[in-house]
Each structure stands twice: as structure tokens, then as C-alpha cells.
């Protein structure tokens, strides 16, 4: 006990002071020290799941997440790339369906909290309870014809609606033209449809005399907002003359409508004005208009004027016209968005019309900088921009800048939908096709792009092909045929000349392993020319010529029983063989003939010749008599074919 007590007064002795001087830091730290809370910085449910994503890069050699990773269940064209995505979005369709008709196997509440997306959607009768509340709930969630449906109950049974309610209501109607949008969840198909939309040519499709026009004349004190929302809507589906009509209407009650409705009506100018100045002169005057009802404009109207001036031909007074509406723009602080620089791009850069640099200034505005969308139309930038690159100024370093900026940050997200992806992706490929070595553009933009980020198209794999042969860049044959075979273009008439044509100017060396490789290519083009289906649209027509040349390639690599198969078809085929094969051909298979020691099929052959009107059967006939020892009933054969002349070697010789 003694000992424990003088240890813990020694202990005291020690810690006191020790522990006195931390009380003395600590508590000069807390009087010095503020502890600044700062602001809340908003996060959505997907933030922490993009700050992941973006540590990484895409894998060019993995296929899109969208679709099963199997090799079976990985598509290699654009036709399986869509037929594959829409059938597991039409899986989710049929369960949407299912859902929806047996409703009642889906009552039961596991999730906590509830997921509306998860239940059934509720079917309105003329039974259903209805109030202002369930209306203003199916506007919120965009649930179009049942917004009108419940709204038309309420009237029915003479329930009063407030304004607010039918101003939501009318805006709703008028964005989707009384028509239920497709569901969130059907990413692909709205994918794909918007390319299918894009192509279809600019028409009134305003529903005249509908819901929409109905509830506009019916409510009793139509405001600013009201007459807004209708005119924007019509100007969407083109009912351009009743828009301006209910415009005026609007301006003689002295309603100051919103910006957005003065940029619908400008973007519309060429469905009201037929000439350029005419239209130019319309712009001007509502532009004015605006000034004057003291509405601010925005990259909306920066957008629309610009659209309209886009679509006034070739006059050099657009072009003035486009920089001065983005000087007079750039005074009032709204900056160009890439859909801005769409359209300076299609004004300035018109087909057929003068060459125009003004790419090369865009570049620089927009390059190393992470754009978001703004608009609609900035989705029609980065395509627009590479075929500038390619079919306008032929600009291969341009194009590089381009490209550098689409993948920029979370930049590729403005690609659009599959086609303008896959518009972009062609021009790239031909215009690096044609102007950097074909190694590079192999290793750097083909290798890394094909076939999971782009499928080449027929005309593009043709360019391809063009450049190996003007390379004699054989050693890529095998890859582009195996790629061919994957992206169906194996019935191309010109894909298939063309890869037989390369592979016959182009004989490897003896010992190269490229002759086998040649020789299967040409007996895998056979097999398919013989088992296409009859009925098929897109058939390669059988002709001398082709098989002529697949049967040069297999005897290259020493194959002589397919030869013969191809020579009896040849031979046989007089209904169904177009034209006559090369004498190059029919010689070498004469020689392989000889050394097989297989006369009977020599003179089968030298007779083809000499039906066919070739020259060389009597020499081919003297080569055959002169290096085998042929039996008096193959000598007369050849007799009967090339005449009574000495077969000897001198005969050779003399020819």
C-alpha cells in the first residue's frame, strides 16, 4: 500500500503540469478557432455513383452495358444492335402490359417506402371519385389522357376547378398535343425513335379543334400566361397562321406574353413569310416588340433567330445578318450554346456554296470546356461539325479537334441518338481513312471504334478496302473479312469484288501463312454464293469472273480438290454463270491438272477454253500432251478440240 501510494503521488508530480499546459492550449485554441459551417451543397441520389464513373474510361472493347455479356448476345451490327435493344425493351413492355391487366395480382405492399413506379396504374371510370387534387397529381406525373379524362369528370359533375389548376392543365395539352408521352423507363425506344422523328419532313400536326383549343376558349378570363401556352403549343406542331392570329389577339388585349413564346413565333418565321427579307424584316419587327413590352430575351431567342436565318438560302446578307445577331447578343451577356453554333454552322457552310472557315473560330470558343445542354438543338453540333470537317474543308486535324472535344469531360452525352452517332462515327472514319497512313488509322480509330462504338456501313468499308489495296496492305484482309461476315456485308456485290480483287493483284509470298488465309476467305465467299437464299433481296449475281478468282486463290494454297468442285460448276453452270472466267485461272488449273496427274480434268478444261473463244487452248492442249503421257483416247480428245497439230514441247515453243 505504501509503495502504490508514493507511485501515485509521483504520478500527480508529473502529470500535473504536463496536463495543465494541454488546458491551457485548448482552451486559448477554442477562443482563437472558428468553426465556419459551410453551405449545403445539394446532392442528387446518382451524385456519388457519376463521381465513380467518371474515374473511369470506357473499355472500346467491351460492348454497351445495355446488352448481355455473352458472346452469343453481343450484336456486331447496327441491325443487331437495335433488334437487340428493343427486344429487351420489349420485355419490359410486355411486364408493363401485364401489370396493367392483372392489376389485382400486384396489391400486395413489400417496399417501404412505397414505389409508385412499382404498383399498377389506376384505370378512371366514369365511376372513379375524382377531385382537383387527383388532377393536379396526374399533371405532375405528365399522365396526359388521363389529365383530360378527369378534368372533363370534374365538369361533368360540376366541380369547380381554379385557375392554376387549368392554367397547369392547358400547358400540359398544348406541350404534348393532347397525345400520352412514352414512358421515362423506355430509354431505348426513345432512342431510337427520335432518329426515325428527325428524318420526317416539317408538318402542320396541330390537332385542330381539340382538347386543348376546347379548354383555351373555355376558361373565362384567359390571362398572359394562357394565351402563351396555346401559341406556344401550336407553333410546336405548326399551326402557324392560328398562332399568329391568337399573337395579335393577344397584343390588342395588351398581354405581355413570355419570351418564350415570342421565340416560338420566330422560329417559325418561314411557315408565315415566304422571302428571306421578308422574314428578316419579321424578326425585326418582334424583336422590337419585345423591347418595347420590356421582355428580356434569352439563348432561346438567341437559338430561333438564328434557326430562321439558317433557313434563307445562300444570300451573303444572312451571314452578316448571323454575326451581328451574335454581337448585338454577346452586348446583352448570353453566350452562344453548341446548338447556337449549329446553326452559324449550316448558314455558313452550305453545299455547293464557297468554302468557309468559320469552324476553325467555333473550335476555338467551345474546345476544353465541359458543355451541358441548353438547348434542344445542341445535340446537332458535334455531327454537324464533323462532316463540315470532312465534306467541307477536308480538314483531317480539325476533325482530331472535334473529336477530342465530344470526349471531353461528360461532352458525349450531346452525341444525340444512334443516328447522329452513327453519321458521326462515318464521316470520322472515311475522312481518317483518306488522310492518315492506314497502320495508324487501323491501330488508332478502326481497332479502338469497331465494332462495339460504330458499325461501318458498306460504303465505308468499301473506302476501307479502297485504301488496302492502294497500301497493299494485305495483312488486313483476314480482320475486315471476318468483320464483313459479322456486320452482314457479305452480300455486296462491290464489297466482295473488291476483296477478291485485292487478294488476286496481292499474291503473299509462298511460305506466308496469308495464302491459307486467302484460300478460306474465297471458299467461305463460295459457300455463301452458292447457299443464298433465292428470294433475297440483295443477292450476289454468280459470275465467271468470281469464280475464276476464288478458284486462283484456293490453288495458290495448293487446294485442288475445291478447284475442281469451282471448275465443275463453271463448267456446268452455262444457264446460271454470267460471263467467263480469267485465262490466268483456267491456265493455273490446268498446270495444278498436271501435277495431279488428272489429264480427264485438263481436258475438261481445255475444252471450256475453246468453247468459250480463249486463244490459248491449243497451247494449254500442247502443254497437257507434251508434260504427261496421255492414252490414245485422251489424244484424240484433244484433237477433237484444238485440230490436228503436233501436242509437243516445239509446239511451245513456236506459239
Known amino acids: 500500500m505504501k509503495l502504490s501510494s508514493v507511485c501515485f503521488r509521483r504520478t500527480q508530480i508529473y502529470i500535473n503540469p504536463f496536463s495543465n499546459l494541454i488546458n491551457r492550449r485548448l482552451s486559448s485554441s477554442v477562443t482563437e478557432e472558428k468553426i465556419e459551417i459551410p453551405n449545403r451543397i445539394h446532392r442528387g441520389p446518382t451524385d456519388i455513383l457519376r463521381a465513380l464513373e467518371s474515374t473511369i474510361n470506357r473499355d472500346p472493347t467491351a460492348a454497351h452495358y445495355k446488352y ?57 371510370t366514369e365511376d372513379t371519385p375524382v377531385s382537383e387534387e387527383e388532377l393536379k397529381k396526374v399533371i405532375d406525373n ?87 401556352a396555346i401559341i406556344q403549343g401550336m407553333c410546336k406542331y405548326f399551326q402557324a397562321d392560328r398562332a399568329w392570329k391568337l399573337f395579335e389577339e393577344a397584343q390588342k388585349k395588351g398581354f405581355v406574353l413570355t419570351t418564350n413564346t415570342y421565340n416560338s413565333l420566330i422560329k417559325i418565321s418561314n411557315f408565315l413569310k415566304e422571302s428571306s427579307e421578308m422574314r428578316w424584316t419579321f424578326i425585326i419587327n418582334l424583336l422590337s416588340d419585345m423591347n418595347t413590352a420590356k421582355v428580356k430575351p434569352n439563348l432561346g431567342t438567341l437559338n430561333a433567330v438564328l434557326h430562321s436565318l439558317s433557313t434563307m438560302g445562300r444570300s451573303n446578307n444572312v451571314k452578316e445578318y448571323v454575326l451581328q445577331v451574335l454581337s448585338e447578343f454577346n452586348k446583352l451577356g448570353i453566350e452562344p450554346s453548341l446548338g447556337s453554333w449549329y446553326y452559324v454552322l449550316i448558314t455558313f457552310c452550305k453545299d455547293r456554296g464557297p468554302i468557309s472557315t468559320i ?162 476467305i474465297a471458299w467461305d465467299i463460295y459457300e455463301r454464293v452458292e447457299n443464298q437464299n433465292v428470294l433475297k433481296i440483295n443477292k450476289i449475281v454468280i459470275t465467271g469472273s468470281l469464280l475464276g478468282r476464288i478458284m486462283l486463290l484456293v490453288l495458290r494454297n495448293g487446294d485442288f480438290q475445291k478447284a475442281c468442285t469451282i471448275m465443275d460448276k463453271i463448267d456446268r453452270g452455262h444457264q446460271t454463270v454470267v460471263g467467263v472466267p480469267q485465262i490466268e485461272a483456267l491456265e493455273s488449273f490446268v498446270d495444278y491438272c498436271i501435277k495431279n496427274k488428272a489429264p480427264t480434268r485438263a481436258i475438261a478444261c481445255i475444252q471450256y477454253c475453246s468453247d468459250s473463244g480463249f486463244s490459248q487452248a491449243g497451247q494449254l492442249a500442247a502443254k497437257l500432251n507434251d508434260q504427261l503421257n496421255l492414252d490414245e483416247t485422251q489424244l484424240n480428245s484433244l484433237s477433237k478440240i484444238v485440230g490436228d497439230i503436233e501436242l509437243s514441247a516445239k509446239a511451245i515453243d513456236q506459239s
Not at 402490359?97 to 412499382?118: G, V
Not at 471531353?408 to 462515318?426: A, M, P, Q, T, V
Request: aromatic share 10%; hydrophobic share 40%.
Open 68 to 124: 448481355h455479356d455473352d458472346p452469343y448476345l453481343i450484336p456486331m451490327s447496327n441491325v443487331a444492335k437495335r433488334t437487340y435493344a428493343m427486344a429487351q425493351e420489349a420485355g419490359r413492355k410486355a411486364a408493363h402490359w401485364i401489370r396493367k391487366e392483372h392489376a389485382d395480382l400486384f396489391n400486395h405492399r413489400e417496399m417501404d417506402p412505397i414505389i409508385p413506379s412499382f404498383l399498377p396504374k389506376l384505370v378512371y
Open 142 to 228: 405528365v399522365q396526359v389522357l388521363d389529365a383530360q379524362f378527369i378534368y372533363q369528370l370534374l365538369k361533368k359533375r360540376e366541380i369547380e376547378v381554379s385557375s392554376g389548376t387549368q392554367q397547369a392543365l392547358l400547358e400540359l395539352i398544348c406541350y404534348y398535343n393532347c397525345e400520352d408521352t412514352l414512358p421515362s423507363e423506355f430509354v431505348e425506344e426513345r432512342w431510337f425513335r427520335q432518329s426515325s422523328s428527325l428524318k420526317e419532313r416539317q408538318r402542320k400536326t396541330w390537332k385542330d379543334g381539340s382538347f386543348a383549343e376546347e379548354l383555351f376558349q373555355s376558361i373565362k378570363t384567359p390571362t398572359a400566361e394562357t394565351y402563351s
Open 359 to 520: 469552324l476553325h473560330d467555333i473550335i476555338v470558343q467551345v474546345e476544353n470546356k465541359n458543355h451541358e445542354i441548353r438547348d434542344i438543338s445542341d445535340t446537332n453540333f458535334f455531327v454537324t461539325a464533323m462532316d463540315v470537317c470532312k465534306n467541307h474543308l477536308k480538314d483531317v486535324d480539325l476533325a482530331i479537334r472535334v473529336d477530342k472535344l465530344l470526349h471531353f469531360g461528360s461532352n458525349y452525352d450531346l452525341i444525340g441518338d444512334s443516328y447522329k452517332e452513327s453519321i458521326y462515327y462515318r464521316h470520322f472514319c472515311l475522312l481518317m481513312v483518306t488522310s492518315v497512313p492506314l497502320e495508324e488509322f487501323m491501330t488508332n480509330t478502326y481497332n479502338i471504334l469497331v465494332p462495339n462504338i460504330y458499325v461501318p456501313e458498306p460504303g465505308v468499308m468499301g473506302e476501307i478496302l479502297k485504301q488496302v489495296d492502294l497500301n497493299g496492305a494485305i495483312e488486313y484482309v483476314p480482320k475486315l473479312w471476318s468483320d464483313m461476315v459479322c456486320f452482314d456485308h457479305t452480300d455486296r456485290d462491290n464489297l466482295v469484288d473488291c476483296i477478291l480483287n485485292i487478294m488476286v493483284d496481292n499474291q503473299p509470298d509462298a511460305e506466308s501463312n496469308l495464302n491459307e488465309n486467302f484460300a478460306n
